[in-house]
Structure formats: structure tokens, C-alpha cells
């Protein structure tokens, strides 16, 4: 079996990482190994002592979708400007942000808007298993993401009706219309800065602010982004920004407020610091 020997000076967390809520398809079994599918291949791994163990993929995907060519140490260095978040780079050490499918991200997180991890992971699942591919692996089976044209070749919204989406089935289904017309889409918003990508993202049927951060961050590495759900906002309000409301609902105007604090306050990685306070936050 192919095994990466990880370098000492550079962190990872496999459990962390694909247990943090970023990503919807991966399990862990209780062998100790994860299983899931990505970009259309069935993968397991494990990781002890130090060595990454792995099939279904090549070492060069591995590597790449794991962000285990990123120099970490580097991002928390950077990101590590105060007593509250040091002691979440601490709790939550080795995180890495994994490099998802940017159209299979933008799906799930139209999945995510207003519910709790499981239905997303069920939502993901059915769409999988109603429009994509079978694959297997070693001891793994599973169906791949559908891309947006599975889905858009269909006559109409129905096409979704046993996916249980609720309400975000005309996002999903518009959207896979207006991925699946420009073939390039994802290159593009790739290409542009952070906020002119984070204007283009919130032009797909059912992104919102949150969700296009998300995006950016998880599939587009647009590490400037700063998603904010309730429990930053919580954290925000409590450790950095007294003066935020304790209203329930949250304004654009506060979601801009708290990004920008972000970004001054954490630098150019301070998508990292969201998953490190989110992480390592208790309670």
C-alpha cells in the first residue's frame, strides 16, 4: 500500500482535517481509517506515526488535496496574533484545509444553508447517488459527485424531487444550469481577486455571503475569505468585537463587519483562523 512519510516540522491532523465539518463525504471506521470519495475516486487512508497510508488515489492527488505541499507552520505563524487563537491553533494542531471540487463544493454548500452537518452529508449523498457514477475501490464503494450537466440535461426541477433538498432544490437546479453553460466558470472565478470572486460566487441561485466564502475558501483557496455561521459570530462577538449585537439575526452589514475585522486583524490567511477558532472552539 502507498504510504507518505509526512516531513516533523510540518503538522497534520488527518482526524481533524476530514473531521472539522469543511468537507460532506469522508467517514472514519473503527479500524481507524477515513473512507470517502473525491473527485471521482474512492479513498481510503490512515495516518499513524507519522506516515500517511493511502489507496485510491496517486500520491500526487493525495498530496495536493490534503494541502500537504503547504507550508503550515508558515500560515499559523502568520495567523497567530493573539492569547484566544493561539490556544485554538493548539487545540485544533495539524488542520489542514483540503482542496475541494469547486463545483461539488458549490453544491453542497447551496445543501448547507440553514441545517446541521448530517442532512448536508445526506443531501450530498442522494444527489450521488441519483445523477453520478458508480465507482469502487479497495473495500470502498461509493458514487461520484454528478457534474452540473447531469443534472441540467433534465427538464425540470422534479429531476430532484427525491434528493430531499426542501427549498434549495431551484437553487441546485439553476445552478447546475449556469455551471454546466460556462464550461470555464470555475477558471475564471479562480483568476479574479477575492472580492470580485466573492461577487461572481453569490450570482449562483442559493449563495449567499456565507456560502460564497465558504467556496472561495474550501475550492478556490481564496485564503482571505472569513465564513461566518453562528458559532464565529459568537466567538467574534465575545473575544474581538464587544460591541456586535446579540440580535439572532445577522445583517450583511455586521457579516461585513466581522469579515473585515478578520482580515485586518489575521492577515492573508485568515480563512485559516476560522477553521482554527471554529475547531478548537469549546462548548
Known amino acids: 500500500m502507498p504510504r507518505i512519510a509526512l516531513e516533523h516540522d510540518q503538522p497534520f491532523s488527518l482526524d481533524l482535517t476530514l473531521g472539522c465539518g469543511q468537507a460532506f463525504r469522508w467517514d472514519k471506521g473503527n479500524d481507524g481509517w477515513w473512507s470517502g470519495v473525491a473527485d471521482g475516486q474512492a479513498i481510503r487512508c490512515r495516518l499513524k506515526a507519522g506516515t500517511l497510508s493511502y489507496e485510491g488515489a496517486d500520491e500526487a492527488y493525495i498530496r495536493h488535496y490534503f494541502s500537504l505541499d503547504t507550508n503550515l507552520n508558515e500560515i499559523l505563524k502568520a495567523i497567530d496574533r493573539d492569547p484566544f487563537i493561539h490556544e485554538a491553533i493548539e487545540r485544533a494542531a495539524g488542520l489542514r484545509l483540503v482542496r475541494q471540487p469547486p463545483w461539488e463544493c458549490l453544491c453542497s454548500y447551496i445543501c448547507a444553508t440553514n441545517t446541521n452537518i448530517p442532512a448536508v452529508r445526506r443531501r450530498v449523498t442522494l444527489l450521488s447517488e441519483q445523477f453520478g457514477e ?88 481564496k485564503y482571505e475569505a472569513f465564513p461566518v455561521d453562528v458559532w464565529i459570530r459568537r466567538i467574534m462577538r465575545e473575544h474581538y468585537l464587544p460591541e456586535l449585537s446579540e440580535e439572532k439575526a445577522m445583517t450583511t452589514r455586521e457579516y461585513d463587519t466581522i469579515r473585515r475585522f478578520a482580515r485586518k486583524h489575521f492577515g492573508e490567511y485568515c480563512g485559516y483562523a476560522q477553521e482554527y477558532l471554529y475547531a478548537g472552539r469549546e462548548g
Not at 163 to 168: I, M, P
Not at 169 to 179: E, K, N
Not at 180 to 197: D, F, K, M, Q, V
Open 134 to 221: 458508480k465507482i469502487a475501490g479497495r473495500g470502498i464503494s461509493g458514487y461520484a459527485f454528478p457534474g452540473p450537466e447531469k443534472i441540467a440535461c433534465h427538464d425540470n426541477v422534479e429531476c430532484l424531487s427525491t434528493c430531499k433538498l426542501g427549498y434549495r432544490a431551484p437553487y441546485v437546479f439553476t445552478s447546475s444550469r449556469d455551471a454546466a453553460a460556462e464550461a470555464g466558470w470555475a477558471e475564471r472565478i479562480h483568476n479574479l481577486p477575492y472580492e470580485e470572486a466573492r461577487k461572481e460566487m453569490t450570482k449562483f441561485a442559493g449563495i449567499g455571503p456565507k456560502a460564497a466564502d465558504c467556496v472561495l475558501l474550501f475550492a478556490f483557496q
